[in-house]
């Protein structure tokens, strides 16, 4: 059972309809490897490379603040 309503809101995808999503994941595997590039060249080194990550926020996907 969903444990919050977000949850409920996911639908599985058939084999046929992801394949039609597979540009789209690919532009947001790049996009996110700049995100990841930002925080490794301009953010302090974590042990946990969590200085490389992505979260989600208010209406967005962001990294850690640089500067």
């Known amino acids: 059972m969903p444990s919050t309503t977000r949850e409920r809101d996911w639908l599985a995808l058939s084999p046929e309809s ?3 999503l597979t540009d789209a994941r690919l532009q ?3 996009a996110a490897q700049l995100v990841a590039g930002v925080g490794i060249s301009y953010l302090p080194k974590a042990a ?3 200085h490389t990550n992505m ?3 208010v209406s967005a996907l962001a990294s850690h603040a640089v500067g």
């Open 48 to 50: 946990d490379d969590s």
């Open 55 to 57: 979260e989600w926020m």
């Open 18 to 20: 992801a394949r039609g």
């Open 28 to 30: 947001l595997h790049h």
